[in-house]
Each structure stands twice: as C-alpha cells, then as structure tokens.
C-alpha cells in the first residue's frame, strides 16, 4: 500500500511541474549585404515571458554560416532591432530560433538610385506547397523567386509556371543543398517570353523550403519594388 501511494505522489509531482516549451524557429529566405545593400531585422516578443535565448544566424547562398548573434534578450511586448551582416559583402538567408513566440519584419534596401526598400514577413516553420498568384515577366516587369532549405540535407524543388488559364507552361527542377539558398529568376523559367500574368508553382516531395518572391521594375529602368508572399498549400 505504501508502494502504492508513493508512485501516485510522484507522479503528482511530475504532473505539476509545467512542460519545458519547445523553442520556435523562423526563417527569412533572402539577405543582402554590401556595397548599398543592407538588410534589416525587427523582432516583437509576442509572448508573456521575456524571451531568454534568441538566435539569429545568417548563412551565404551556400550555407556557410556568415554571423551569429546569440542571447539576444527581448522583454514581453518589447522589440530587438539590429542591420544585419555588416560588412560580408553576401547574399543568403537568415534563421532565427527563440524560446517566444515571436513576431517580426525584416527590411530589405539599397541606398543607391534608384533607392528601394521592401519588407519580408518572419516565417515561422517549412513549407512543402506554395503558390505565387501573380507573377509577370514583360518589358516592364520582372519576377524573382528566393528559396531557402533550412534542412540539414539537400532537396530538390519543383517549379510550374502556368498562365491564366491553368495552363503549365514552363517548369524547371532546383537542387538546393542543404543550409543553402538559391533565386529562381522567371524570366529564366519562361525563356525570354512575355507574360503579364500568371502564377509560380513550387512543391518539394524531398524536403521541406522556405519561399518568397521579389515583384520589380528596376531591371527595366523603372523604380518600383514589392515583396510577394506565397500561400501555403496544404490539400
């Protein structure tokens, strides 16, 4: 009996100390260093607790590890914001791991005319479907896709460009290795065509990516920059 009634006291015991909550991890596909490129990181600690332990690691298109800044503290409500790979003089992706749920905005720019800056959304966890709405490809508009594998080993994408009828009409396969980070330019995808609508298709049946698009005119002349986000697809 006593037996007995020792197991259920220790096993009270363990039902009341509270479960060690897993860490997050967010990811920003695209980074840019150098010359009047810059890259900035805003993060808000959503959470009630005072985020203890935030990493944020920068790694090149090869997955080199480019700098890392540990221990990064942010009290509940409050905000961390810092110009990211000073002086690397590269381009890659960014991963950030916290014990908070945290939320956040990273800025993308160049300094030089014509100045521009657009905003990439923190992405919390992988996506293994995504799809671009709208793209263009013409004698203004130009579309580039950056795609990060955070994994530890490589995968290969599957990209589909249709038109606006459904159609496929261009697709192309992306080795990605693993911590790597490549840009599908769908100028590229499509050889040289015009398009002035259609949507990007990316699926992965050998890992799990991180994706965002660039929607721009300056190759062209022009001045205008916008961040596209993809939507996740989960059928």
């Known amino acids: 009996m006593k037996i007995v009634q020792a197991c259920l006291i220790a096993l009270c015991l363990l039902a009341a100390v509270p479960a060690q909550a897993e860490d997050k991890t967010y990811h920003i596909p695209f980074f840019q260093s150098g010359g009047s490129e810059w890259t900035g990181l805003s993060l808000y600690n959503i959470g009630s607790n005072k985020a203890e332990k935030i990493v944020v690691t920068v790694y090149d298109t090869a997955g080199n590890e480019v700098e890392k800044t540990s221990n990064i503290k942010i009290k509940s409500k409050g905000t961390y914001t810092q110009v990211l790979g000073q002086g690397t003089e590269t381009e890659g992706w960014i991963k950030i791991k916290s014990d908070q749920k945290l939320a956040g905005v990273c800025f993308i720019g160049d300094s030089s005319y014509p100045d521009y800056i657009f905003d990439i959304d923190l992405a919390e966890g992988t996506q293994s479907k995504v799809v671009f709405p709208h793209v263009a490809v013409d004698a203004i508009w130009d579309t580039t896709i950056q795609v990060c594998n955070p994994g530890s080993s490589k995968i290969k994408i599957h990209v589909k460009f ?71 697809i989960t059928e």
Do not use: H, M
């Open 162 to 232: 249709r038109d606006s009828e459904a159609k496929e009409q261009y697709k192309q396969d992306v080795e990605i290795k693993a911590k790597s980070s490549v840009t599908v330019s769908v100028r590229d995808l499509v050889e040289d065509t015009t398009w002035d609508d259609g949507s990007i298709y990316i699926n992965s049946d050998s890992g799990s990516f991180v994706a965002f698009g660039v929607y721009s005119s300056l190759e062209t002349g022009g001045t205008s920059i916008a961040g596209i986000s993809p939507t996740k």
